[in-house]
């Protein structure tokens, strides 16, 4: 069941350094305030996966609390690069990245075999593709039936999920609206999850259509933060600051300008921060 907890509690009860730890959220809900506390609480050691990082993860390996990550595209979406993510990989700074790159497919698909408490995934993908010559985890498995040989990831299995959604209520029930994308499995798949949200309720409006409710028995965690997903947007809440996606392209290029930002934005900030930069956004909306 569910427990009703602060942000700092949260995280600090459910990651622990070394953790598998994925945070996902498709172009919406992505869990930034989540992602701030656990650099603000000093986690090292950790295995980032996620299927398209983007400035959170860019935070995380530049703050040096990530060991690898794993991954299905890695970039500042409509922007570039990631330039924390790319300083780690090719110059071992601010410590060297281990890296494991697959197809969306196959992390759609490793992340559905880890909530179904699956081994592997199985899927018709890498056909001509040269991902498998680097990455030795993309195997073939040939259909006991048919004989047809097709790719095989392992399972993702993480220790602890961390997403954000529009609303729980109070007794923990978590109810997601607009893209969905693979929150959902993400948190079956978990041993721990820590849910962040905008709103707590006494009830769950009656879902709109292709909405999900995560049962209260699904989820460790649930944490008020309005705003927590700001920079990226919160479907029927505030929308995406584009401009912050723009500006971030020129703070992390910078090593200095990047450990500065974060000191000032993240390390001397508080989760209550988010609600106020989303409702300026929401303004200028």
């Known amino acids: 069941m569910a427990r009703i907890l602060s942000l700092a509690e949260a995280v600090a009860e459910n990651v622990k350094d070394g953790d598998t730890v994925a945070m996902e959220g498709f172009t919406h809900l ?32 530049g703050v040096g609390a990530a060991r690898g990550m794993k991954f299905s595209w890695g970039g500042n979406p409509g922007v570039g690069s990631l330039h924390r993510f790319r300083d780690a990989v090719e110059n071992q700074w601010p410590r060297p990245l281990e890296i494991e790159e697959h197809s969306h497919a196959a992390m759609a698909n490793a992340y559905e075999a880890g909530a179904a ?36 990831v392992s399972a993702i299995r993480p220790d602890v999920t961390i997403i954000h959604s529009q609303r729980a ?27 962040t949200v905008e709103e707590i309720v006494d009830e769950l409006n ?36 584009n401009a912050f996606y723009i500006a971030w392209d020129e703070i992390a290029r910078d090593r200095e300008t990047f450990t500065a930002w974060i000191k000032e934005n993240v390390l001397d900030a508080k989760p209550e921060d988010f609600a106020r930069h989303a409702a300026k956004s929401a303004k200028a909306a």
């Open 169 to 195: 209520d109070r007794k923990g029930n978590v109810l997601l609206e607009g893209i969905v994308g693979v929150q959902k499995e993400a948190v079956l798949a978990a041993k721990r999850s820590i849910v």
């Open 117 to 152: 408490n699956l081994p592997f995934a199985m899927l018709r993908g890498y056909i001509g593709a040269d991902l498998p010559k680097v990455d030795s985890n993309i195997r073939s498995i040939t259909c006991p039936f048919t004989g047809e040989v097709l790719a095989a």
């Open 206 to 241: 009656p879902p709109s259509p292709n909405s999900v409710v995560l049962p209260t028995w699904a989820v460790t965690a649930v944490v008020h933060v309005p705003g927590g997903a700001f920079p990226s947007y919160a479907h029927g809440y505030y929308p995406r600051s």
């Open 30 to 61: 992505i869990p930034y305030a989540a992602g701030h506390e656990v650099i603000r609480q000093g986690r090292k050691d950790l295995f980032l996966v996620r299927m398209t990082p983007d400035i959170l993860y860019d935070q995380l390996i």
